[in-house]
């Protein structure tokens, strides 16, 4: 019965407006007193919302619904403060954020010497050593003598072990390379222990898989934490079939974040002999999509590009192995499944290959809504951006990266590579759809700094005060809505959130600052006040 009445409500209200028609049930959660940005086509700015179990019920476009305020509704005056959408991080690695939370942060050692003190757990940066040297197993083997260690640089490109990690590994001399990876060798040929992209594979026999129970804390730690950052939804690259976790947290009444989990691209067979479509499952849990790889990074030098690297001249980057064998006809397949790819392209060479393959399936399968993604698109020719926008493929960016590498990517890439970089307001103005994240744990998962690094694109070294190819920058409205509604689109969702209107589901964030009219430069600075989730405050600021 409170079904039918819910509907008759959210139908009056979408017909006629507030009305005398609202008292037949009250509101479980009011806030007015709000500055509301409703991220809608209308750009509404309103001054309260009304929630009725799960889903948005007013917006009122004057004064606040009073007539829902019943005995039992929960009311937050806001003070004035801004509302938004929940943030949706549309590339996170989700168990590896929560992982992280426990692991010490090495990505700001300032030298060898601070990593080999912080060593064991954590990810690493040489981009912040002078010289920029990669490390060696000699440098921690000391301090880890009894212990094998093996660790991700921050990207997730290119680890570092110890010596008696390459040992139970079966590392050599006489290891041989493998496609799609990189062993760095000394001059004798021995490895020095960075191992780059497929080379890390030689460590997965040898590195214990974590328990259900540790993954089961992973993710209780990453949705808590998230909820603090105002991000209601996260679309997990890298779940797998670790979905298992989530659907436990969610039957404990834990899980306060909503999950678009991935698999890899070459098990879709597995989810195509279910016959299971993208975007399946209920609001707070749901599977379809597929993520494969066609390079590396750019801080590992393995991001494919069409020339070699300023810095590398003898490398113009690695195609991963499935790009030259399975890659084309894997999506190809799984797009004919009915299931959603997203493909990790970081060079421009590996951009213009996945469009190509893209294009490839949407003419073999024929027209339908398939939003394919590439996931990071950071270095584009000029002649592939408007590919976005006419082949509908959306752009998953992160755009913390950008204020992260413009400090160091200058050494790799020349001036006309350059001007396709992180190119948000290029890709906007061709008509595609920018879906943003964070891809934590490579990058802070805080959505306000994302949304900081699109609009003003100050590099972390304060070095480019203006803006680090400043002719990319997008508004704060561009940005908000590329972590709302860009992001919902980009998991099939922006029909049921990304935006504040009735009847969508109640997810959205109290912020301090109003990020539209302060100075951007201290929108990083802000502070999620209230989190909201399926209509409950799963977050509050003391």
């Not at 948005?56 to 959408?85: F, H, N, Q």
């Not at 089961?216 to 808590?224: M, R, W, Y």
């Not at 950052?229 to 947290?249: K, P, R």
């Not at 996931?375 to 992160?398: N, P, T, Y």
Request: charged share 25%; glycine share 8%.
């Amino acid at each position: 019965m409170k079904t039918i009445l819910i509907s008759a409500v959210v139908f009056a209200i979408g017909v006629v407006g507030v009305n005398a028609q609202m008292h037949m049930v009250a509101a479980d959660l009011v806030v007015i007193n709000a500055n509301v940005q409703t991220m809608d086509k209308l750009h509404r700015k309103v001054r309260s919302i009304a929630v009725v179990g799960d889903k948005i019920v007013a917006v009122d476009l004057e004064a606040y619904p009073k007539s829902l305020i019943g005995p039992r509704t929960r009311v937050i005056d806001a003070g004035g403060k801004l509302l938004i959408p929940g943030f949706n991080d549309a590339h996170v690695h989700f168990l590896e954020t929560g992982s992280q939370l426990s692991s010490v942060d090495l990505r700001h050692a300032k030298s060898p010497e601070e990593l080999v003190r912080l060593i064991i757990g954590g990810k690493w940066d040489h981009e912040n050593w002078t010289p920029n040297d990669l490390p060696t197993a000699a440098m921690i083997d000391a301090v880890t003598p009894d212990n094998p260690v093996f660790i991700d640089r921050l990207d997730g490109h290119m680890a570092l072990a110890n010596s008696l990690a390459m040992k139970r590994a079966g590392v050599s001399k006489d290891s041989k390379e493998i496609e799609g990876g990189f062993i760095v060798r000394d001059a004798a040929g021995n490895p020095t222990g960075v191992f780059k992209d497929a080379a890390m594979g030689y460590f997965d026999r040898a590195i214990p898989e974590p328990s259900f129970e540790q993954k089961l804390e992973f993710a209780k730690a990453a949705t808590d934490y998230v909820a603090s950052l105002g991000i209601t939804s996260v679309q997990d690259v890298s779940a797998g079939t670790d979905v298992g976790v989530y659907q436990e947290l969610l039957r404990q009444g834990n899980l306060k974040t909503r999950i678009y989990g991935c698999s890899p691209l070459e098990d879709f067979k597995r989810w195509a002999n279910t016959g299971v479509h993208r975007a399946f499952g209920e609001a707070m849990l749901r599977v379809g999509c597929l993520k494969g790889y066609a390079d590396g990074s750019l801080g590992s030098t393995t991001a494919w590009f069409f020339d070699p690297y300023l810095d590398a001249p003898n490398t113009s980057g690695l195609a991963r192995a499935e790009v030259a064998t399975t890659m084309k006809q894997n999506i190809i397949d799984a797009d004919k499944a009915g299931l959603q790819v997203n493909i990790h392209a970081i060079g421009d060479r590996a951009n213009a290959t996945v469009l190509d393959y893209y294009e490839n399936a949407t003419n073999v399968n024929g027209p339908r809504d398939r939003r394919f993604r590439i996931e990071h698109a950071q270095h584009l020719r000029q002649e592939d951006i408007k590919r976005f926008g006419s082949l509908k493929v959306v752009a998953s960016m992160q755009p913390f990266h950008a204020i992260d590498d413009g400090r160091w990517a200058w050494k790799r890439l020349d001036e006309k590579r350059l001007k396709g970089t992180y190119a948000f307001r290029t890709l906007l103005d061709s008509g595609a759809v920018l879906a943003f994240g964070s891809d934590s744990p490579v990058a802070p998962i805080n959505p306000l700094f994302g949304v900081y690094a699109a609009v003003t694109r100050r590099t972390l070294d304060d070095k480019n005060p203006n803006g680090w190819i400043p002719e990319q920058k997008i508004s704060v409205e561009e940005a908000i809505r590329a972590f709302t509604w860009g992001s919902a689109y980009a998991e099939f969702q922006e029909n049921v959130k990304g935006t504040l209107e009735p009847g969508k589901l109640a997810d959205f964030v109290i912020i301090s600052d109003d990020i539209f009219t302060i100075d951007p430069a201290k929108i990083r600075d802000a502070k999620v006040l209230f989190t909201v989730v399926n209509g409950k405050v799963v977050y509050e600021a003391k």
